[in-house]
């Protein structure tokens, strides 16, 4: 193709989202006002009507959540080790140990045996990952949690929109987190949201966001500031008037790509399953993942691997000596890390991109 290079990702910043922006600058009101209110409101919509509470990153709505929950020193939480960092490290920043659990082959999800199988004594909540946008097996999870009296909180920073049987994502757990920075499917430049069915856990996170105040120096509660501002949630309303025009625009593309690739295994999707496609992620075996990425880049085809060291291979998760727990046992994470490979699926993309894509794919996966 004789045109630019296809990134793997391209954020979209448009006139209404400049325009709106602006707005909210002439007003002069820039710090969680009416914006954030509003973005809150209309976020709900996409919870089967839970609140929603807006705060300044992904991580914070973990982090949140996590205080919010009561979870502390000597608590465990079970975690995928397949994920972004964030998942764990949210666990580790309130005093809290990550127990690392391994994920299925198909969703790239925590596994609900696996999950099962790490519960001890200390345990007190399941964070499954609705990664790539693929929904976790929530019916299986929420059930487990049930029989053992543990807090579910769903990890949902790549999944806008996504469902299982019917039930969106963040709507399943004590609480739901969602990130709005520029490469996931909408974005608030940075921000985050937690949803929740409980008004009181939400009334909490809403006085933890902002030093335990509802009243301003009334405060009731030690908190933080993670507060979003007007301007992001202004950004952050406009990019999500557009959530579902471009949830359907990656569903297609990645139908077009399901059909037209071969040479690699393409995502499967589960029984019910709404998958939104945050990533497009394939599974190149036989070890031959880096070359058919290096061959897709010199096509101009960009590519990339989330995630090549699973967190529980990552420095800060290592023995005190420096080496991988041995506790864990996570083949198919292992593997997942030495296979993966997400290919663009952005709403973007041009019938002209695709197919080149697909074809890129066929050709250098068919010489390897
Ligand atoms: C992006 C992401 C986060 C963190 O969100 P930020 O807004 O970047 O802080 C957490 N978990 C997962 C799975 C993510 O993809």
């Excluded at 301007?231 to 139908?255: D, I, M």
């Excluded at 709404?274 to 290096?294: F, I, M, P, S």
Aim: glycine share 8%; hydrophobic share 45%; charged share 20%.
């Amino acid at each position: 193709m004789n045109g630019k290079p296809i990134p793997p990702a391209r954020p979209v910043i448009g006139e209404a989202e400049i325009e709106a922006a602006v707005r909210v600058l002439r007003s002069g009101m820039v710090v969680q006002g009416p914006e954030v209110k509003a973005f809150e409101d209309e976020f709900s919509t996409l919870v089967d009507g839970r609140h929603s509470v807006a705060v300044n990153s992904g991580t914070s709505a973990l982090h949140l959540a996590l205080i919010a929950m009561g979870v502390g020193p000597g608590d465990e939480v079970i975690v995928p080790s397949f994920s972004f960092a964030a998942s764990a490290n949210a666990v580790r920043l309130v005093g809290a140990e990550p127990v690392f659990a391994d994920i299925e082959a198909g969703s790239f999800c925590l596994d609900p045996d696996a999950a099962a199988a790490a519960i001890t004594p200390r345990t007190v909540a399941i964070m499954p990952v609705h990664l790539y946008g693929h929904p976790a097996a929530m019916d299986r999870i929420m059930a487990l949690a049930e029989r053992h009296g543990l807090a579910v909180l769903e990890d949902a920073c790549q999944a806008h929109g996504a469902a299982l049987n019917g039930t969106p994502v963040g709507a399943f757990g004590i609480a739901g987190t969602f990130s709005f920075y520029p490469t996931k499917n909408m974005h608030s430049l940075e921000g985050g949201m937690i949803t929740t069915a409980d008004a009181e856990f939400a009334r909490t996170l809403r006085l933890l966001r902002n030093q335990g105040m509802e009243q301003r120096y009334a405060n009731e509660i030690v908190g933080a500031n993670m507060r979003l501002t007007d301007v992001a949630a202004a950004v952050g309303r406009e990019q999500f008037k557009q959530l579902p025009q471009w949830t359907e625009q990656r569903q297609s593309n990645a139908k077009f790509l399901d059909s037209r690739i071969t040479t690699v295994v393409t995502p499967p999707v589960a029984d019910n399953a709404k998958h939104v496609y945050h990533q497009y992620t394939v599974r190149v075996e036989g070890g031959h993942r880096d070359a058919l990425q290096a061959g897709l880049t010199e096509k101009g085809i960009g590519s990339a691997v989330y995630y090549p060291t699973p967190i529980h291979r990552l420095k800060p998760y290592l023995t005190a000596e420096g080496k991988v727990n041995t506790a864990w046992d996570l083949p198919e994470t292992e593997k997942a890390a030495a296979e993966v490979l997400s290919l663009p699926v952005f709403p973007s993309l041009t019938a002209e991109e695709l197919e080149y894509i697909a074809d890129g794919v066929n050709t250098v996966a068919g010489r390897l």
